[in-house]
């Protein structure tokens, strides 16, 4: 069975700081795929970002970036340069390669981002 | 922009009533999904659907049932609503291959008392 864990329940960081969010992930498939997603106060998930398991680049995006380690099992996310619009629920999560039917996304426990000035 | 559209934002039922939670989707995709997200749990899969009247059980099914009569709207449906069923319900949707994102509403936050 898959799983996500997000150990960090809650961070609390001042404007301008840099942040991780950690996400370790276990899976017995060789092809997969790596999300987060981003659910800010009005309840909505955001899709942010997607990798597959074969791409071990790093990605970069403005003041978004993403490492993804597979010998660790992790896919980390750091904000640059955090901003009070960045407070939100961070979710990590893992699909499995499609076997013919839908493929489910298992989310990790969300880890709480506070962005205070 | 794919929207998926959840037909109560807030829902207060009592214990022992049928709840019908609606969703709607206006991107023909084939996929579509309820999950409840508890405190300290994340997001838990009930149910999901990939086509019509095809559904398959997620990791937490008990206590609830869905229904999928046409491609753009599927339905979780609480037989008889426990207070343990308080929560927040999203619903999502994507194509079926399973690089795809998930598209999600703004969830239906329901009260059992």
């Known amino acids: 069975a898959q799983k996500v864990t997000q150990a960090q329940t809650e961070i609390s960081v001042v404007e301008k700081e840099d942040v991780t969010l950690d996400c370790v992930y276990e899976t017995r498939d060789t092809t997969y795929y790596l999300f987060w997603y981003k659910q800010p106060p009005s309840g909505e998930l955001v899709f942010l970002i997607r990798?597959?398991?074969?791409?071990?680049q790093n990605e970069i995006s403005g003041r978004y970036s993403w490492n993804f380690q597979k010998s660790t099992s992790s896919f980390n996310f750091t904000i640059t340069a955090s901003q009070v619009v960045d407070s939100a629920v961070y979710f990590c999560?893992?699909?499995?390669?499609?076997?013919?039917?839908?493929?489910?996304?298992?989310f990790g426990t969300g880890t709480r981002l506070q962005v205070t000035l | 922009d794919v929207k998926v559209t959840q037909s109560s934002r807030y829902l207060v039922k009592r214990t022992g009533e049928k709840v019908f939670l609606e969703c709607v989707q206006d991107?023909?995709?084939?996929?579509m999904f309820w999950y409840r997200q508890d405190p300290g749990l994340g997001l838990r899969l009930i149910y999901f659907?990939?086509?019509?009247?095809?559904?398959e059980k997620g990791d937490i099914p008990e206590g609830y049932s869905v229904s999928r009569e046409k491609k753009e709207r599927f339905s979780l449906i609480l037989e008889s609503a426990s207070t343990n069923q308080t929560s927040m319900y999203l619903c999502a949707s994507s194509l079926s291959d399973s690089r795809r994102a998930l598209h999600f509403g703004n969830g239906t936050r329901l009260t059992v008392t």
């Open positions: 991107m023909d995709h084939e996929n």
């Open positions: 999560a893992l699909s499995e390669a499609n076997t013919g039917t839908a493929s489910k996304l298992t």
């Open positions: 659907s990939y086509d019509v009247k095809m559904k």
């Open positions: 990798r597959n398991s074969f791409d071990e």
